[in-house]
Structures are given as structure tokens and as C-alpha cells.
């Protein structure tokens, strides 16, 4: 059996986490590059996010589409207005939201709102900070270098930012702010890199994948130890698994890397081996959908081995202690990901298929 006193404490900076719910209406709606949109939601003065942090992400129920959605907050929660708070959502071919946004200006419609969640928040080391992002990618890690600036943190930062062309750069004039609001005594460097600037264009700048430039910087040993920093990696899963292992390359331990997946729908949904929860609750705690994760009693399987439906334990009829299972509901998850970087016992991951967790279950 578990020995209680000897169970890993849930993650420090997951502390924040209980996750709200509220209201809140678009203040205003505009497109920072052709395909990407910043919009501003005010919340109710019911609903604040009093306890965001940056680098956290809220989920975002449109109106006329049935499937919340997750987004970073793009600019920091602890100097925006109360009640306020920015994203910016960049256009994906056929996505809901994007077509949503797409046709035409969303001032004034109605968001539900849930969070804040996640922890892809500034570390307290005291090595350089790299940043990597592509995309939308901007959006966490814009909030995270205003929040480091804002404190004064006695850190060299590294932000590359890889887009196609010129058309795709935004945020200069909050790149510029924190520029000069960094730490008088350290170094902010900001390195943008473009992928598919026509050749003959006016760019005087790097061309490439960002990840490329990070690597060759990286072999150089320029002006930053990369060996003592802290990795932080945003934006779409391609770029983010190249960066990972560029910096895994160098020998960088994966506790000094900090991811942020822009994952969808297509994402596999995490799944929860029952042998190695511990019932602490902690995925319960942060999950933004209801009935996301279940209890369950059963689960029945079809021929594909796909779940086909499983008995819920409904609340009343239970001693209140879980002698069960827990069950990710594919059709309810949004692919946010909370649960697995919050469970501290490393029980929900992508890794395991529900039969294998099962089996291990019933041969133990
Ligand atoms: C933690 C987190 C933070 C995020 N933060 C941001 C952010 O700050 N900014 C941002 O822009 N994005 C962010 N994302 C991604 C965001 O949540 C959405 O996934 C993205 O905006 C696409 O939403 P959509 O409604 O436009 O597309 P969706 O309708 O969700 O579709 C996504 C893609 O899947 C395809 N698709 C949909 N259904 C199917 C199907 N049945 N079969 C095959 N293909 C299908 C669509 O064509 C589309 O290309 C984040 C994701 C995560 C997990
Ligand atoms: S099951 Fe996990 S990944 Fe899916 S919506 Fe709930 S918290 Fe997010
Ligand atoms: S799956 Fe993990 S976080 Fe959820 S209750 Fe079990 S041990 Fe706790």
C-alpha cells in the first residue's frame, strides 16, 4: 500500500491552479499579421483572474461553437488590467475558431472563460533565460519576458522567434518595451528568423528555422551559456520537438526545459494508468471541462478496442474515496494537457494505451 508520508509533493508552482469560471466580452478584436488576431477580453467584475501567472493559459468557449478551446494569455496577467486579458489566435485552414474570427469583427460577443491554467511559468533559477517560439508561440512567452522585465530578474535572455516572412513578425513595439526595461546589468537579445523570406527582400536579418540558428549559436558558445540556462519552448509541437532536441543536444537536463504545446484536436488524448494513481486528486483539481476526467466503475470495449461507453460512479453512491478507476472521456478533452503536467506521480500520459494500463493493472 501507499505510505502517505512518502508521496512527492504536488508541483510547487501548480499551487495557483484551482481553476475559475466566468464571463467575460470582447473589448476588442484586431488582426496583428494577416493571419493572426489579438483579442481583448473583459471579464465581469464577478470574475477576475486575481491569481494569474505569466506564461498560464485560459480555455475560451465561443459562442455557436459547442468546444472550448485553450490560449496562452499573450501579454502579463500581474500588469494587465484586472479584469483584462489579451490573446492572440493565429488562423488554422478549416478550424472553427479561425473561420469564427475570420469573418468579420468579434467586438462584443460573449466568451466563457475558465483558469488560470498550466505551469509553463518563470523558473527561479538564476542561469540566462533562452526563449523559443514560433507563431502564436509569441503570445506566452511575450508574457513571460514583460513579467521577468517587470521584476528586474538578473538574467541574460535569448528570445528567437521564428516566422515565414516580414509579413509574420508582430509585437515590435512590446518587444522594444521590454527591451528597455530589462535589468540594466544583463543582456535581453531579441532574434527574430525567417524561414521563407523571398530572397531578394530588404530583410537584413537571420533566414532559416529557428531551430537551425539556436543550434549553430549553441555550437559557436556565443555570448550566453546555454549549458546553465533555462529553455523555454512555445508554439507548434514540429518546432518545439526540433528545439527539444537541439538543447537535449548539448546535454541540457530536461528540468531546465519548459514546454508549451500549441496542440488540437488531431492531438491523441492523454490517458490515465490506474496502477500508478494515488487518488490525490490533483488532475481533478485543474482540469477546465467538466467530466473531462471521470470515475468510473467499468469500461466497455468495442471491437477496435476503442472505449464504446463506461459506467460513471455516481456521486451519493460511493463512499466519497475512489475504489475505482479515473478515465479520460476522449470526446470531452480538448487536448489542454493539464492533467498531465499536473499529476505528480506521472500516472497521465501519452505514452500508455488504456489496454496496456489495464493489463498492467490485472497482472500486478
Ligand atoms: C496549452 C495550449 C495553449 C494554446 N495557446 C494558443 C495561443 O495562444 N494561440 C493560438 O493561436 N493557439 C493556441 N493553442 C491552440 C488552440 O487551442 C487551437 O487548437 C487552435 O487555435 C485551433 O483552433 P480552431 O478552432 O481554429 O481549429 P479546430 O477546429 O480545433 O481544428 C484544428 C485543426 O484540426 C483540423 N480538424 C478538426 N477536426 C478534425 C477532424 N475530425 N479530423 C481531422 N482534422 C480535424 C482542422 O482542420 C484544423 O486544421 C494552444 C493550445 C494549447 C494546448
Ligand atoms: S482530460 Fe486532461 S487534457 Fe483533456 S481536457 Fe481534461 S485536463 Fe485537458
Ligand atoms: S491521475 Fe495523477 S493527478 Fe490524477 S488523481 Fe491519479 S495520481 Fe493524482
Redesign the pocket.
Known sequence: MFDLFQLPKADSRLQNSHVSRGVGIVRSHRKVTHDTHEIVISCDENFRFTNAEAGQFAVLKFPSINRPRPYSFARNPRSAPLSESTFFIREVPNGEVSDWLKSGDRTGSKIDIAGPIGKFTLDDRSGPLVCIAGGSGMSAILSLIEYAAELQVERDCHFYYGARSQRDLYCELEIENVTKLWSKDNKFVFIPVLSEEPSMSDWGGLRGLVTEVLLSDMELDSDINFGLASYFLCGPPPMIKAAFSAVKKIGVSSENIFQDNFEDIRSA??VIDNHRCVLCDE?LL????EN??VEVAELGFGGDDKVRQYKRVESGSTSGLYYNSLY?DES?????????DACPHDAISRKYSIRDSLRQKSYD
Request: contains cysteine; positive net charge; charged residues 15%.
Open positions: 488524448t492523454p488532475c485543474v482540469k477546465p471541462i473531462c476526467i479520460i470531452k478533452c480538448i487536448r489542454c494537457f493539464a492533467c498531465v
